[in-house]
Structures are given as structure tokens and as C-alpha cells.
């Protein structure tokens, strides 16, 4: 079946616009993950959606970064006010359950540049 | 607070070649460790998942160990091919309620032809 899909691949956008970025998850996934990825600074976690719900958004870096999900299934990360420093790519991942022992697996990424 | 380790950063070496990338984690209650593969502007490819009661697990030239005590995991990959070059990722999961991975920064793996 279809993997995890995010859109767009790239958004280039100038500082201080707001962006929103998008997450299809597997079909029948529960549990949902964003990811940041920075040059120099690796993968970071963002938040987690289980359902509609997010139970933990300690890593979001700051008030300007929220995140929804619909219908259990669509998520998108929206950033407002974009600054230089929230270039990176963003990736999404899927699992089919909560809990630790379920594979999670990653969409292709949106890569921001903010100019 | 977990911390993942990767070293080398990278690694180049000749095509047939054996090699072992290293994965160290600072904490070593983990349910399970994952390692990925990510080509240049691409997401991630899960290549194997070791749950924390594995040892091992192998997939074609690919094999990856864990020992959990001492926060240490290997890559081994055999007979090493041009295609296989790539930046190789290794996260561990821990914690409760998200369960995220927390990741390493990843070895640059560059196979000669």
C-alpha cells in the first residue's frame, strides 16, 4: 500500500510568513510523529499524535510552531512567523499503534528554506 | 536525558570491502534500537529494528547487534557495493507516552567503485 506522504517537498518562503506543512499518514495508522531535521544538529523530535490528540509536544521549539490532526489521519505543522533558524527538513512518520514496540516509518520530508 | 552517539562521520572505503558502523547510547533502558538508511534528499528507510530483548537482527548483507548493557550497537555490512553509500542513521526509543526515537547524527558512507 501507499507509505507516508508529506507535501510540499520543498517551500521556500521569506521571513516572517507563516507556512503550513503537510503529513498523509499509512492508512490505519493511529500514532503520529513530526520530526525536525537541521544541518549540524540532526533528527529532533517535534510532537506526537495519538489520534487526534497530542499527548506530547515537548518538542516544539517555540509558540510559533503548532501542529493539528483530523479525522485521525491528516496532520499538518504549521509555523508562523517564519524565521532563518526554522530551515530544515521536516519529516513525518507513522505507526500503526501506540507503544514502543511498533516500526515507525517516514514519509520523504518537506524541506523548508526560509529566506 | 538519551544521547546517541555515531562514529565514525564518516567513512569511505572501497568497493567489496567489509565495514562496521557504531551506534553508543548514553541511556540503556530502551524498548528498541532502529537503523535507517537516508540518500541525499530523501527520507528515511528503516533498514533494521532490534527489540531490547534481540541481540541481532540480519537482513541480506546487513547485520545489526545490540548490547544494551553497555549502550552499544553495530552495523555490519558485507561486501560492500557503490549503491550502499549513503548517510546511515541509528535511533533508540525510550521513555513513556510518545515513545519518539531519538537519533544520532548519522555516518556518511561512501563506497568506491
Known amino acids: 500500500g501507499a507509505g507516508v506522504s508529506q507535501s510540499p517537498s520543498n517551500k521556500v518562503t521569506e521571513k516572517g510568513k507563516d507556512v503550513e506543512l503537510r503529513c498523509d499518514p499509512i492508512s490505519g495508522h493511529t500514532a503520529l510523529y513530526w520530526y525536525r531535521q537541521s544541518l549540524g544538529q540532526g533528527l529532533e523530535f517535534l510532537i506526537y499524535?495519538?489520534?487526534?490528540?497530542?499527548?506530547?509536544k515537548s518538542g516544539l521549539p517555540s509558540d510559533r510552531f503548532s501542529a493539528e490532526r483530523t479525522g485521525g489521519s491528516v496532520s499538518t505543522l504549521t509555523i508562523q512567523r517564519t524565521q532563518q533558524e526554522d530551515s530544515a527538513v521536516y519529516l513525518c512518520a507513522s505507526s500503526l499503534q501506540q507503544g514502543p514496540y511498533n516500526e515507525q516509518f517516514f514519509g520523504p520530508g518537506t524541506r523548508l528554506t526560509v529566506l | 536525558k538519551q544521547e546517541v552517539t555515531q562514529i565514525p562521520a564518516a567513512l569511505s572505503v572501497p568497493e567489496g570491502e567489509n565495514l562496521v558502523l557504531n551506534c553508543s547510547f548514553t541511556d540503556s533502558a530502551i524498548y528498541n534500537l532502529q537503523w535507517f538508511r537516508q540518500d541525499p534528499g530523501k527520507g528515511l528507510t528503516s533498514l533494521l529494528l532490534i527489540q531490547s530483548s534481540q541481540r541481532e537482527q540480519t537482513s541480506g548483507r546487513l547485520n545489526a547487534s545490540l548490547d544494551k548493557s553497555s549502550g552499544r550497537s553495530t552495523l555490519y555490512i558485507a561486501a560492500s557495493q557503490p549503491g550502499d553509500s549513503a548517510t546511515y542513521l541509528c535511533?533508540?526509543?525510550?521513555?513513556?507516552?510518545?515513545?519518539?526515537?531519538?537519533f544520532g547524527k548519522g555516518t556518511k558512507l561512501s563506497v568506491i567503485p
Open positions: 499524535f495519538q489520534g487526534n490528540s497530542a499527548p506530547d
Open positions: 535511533a533508540v526509543r525510550t521513555g513513556a507516552g510518545s515513545y519518539q526515537l531519538t
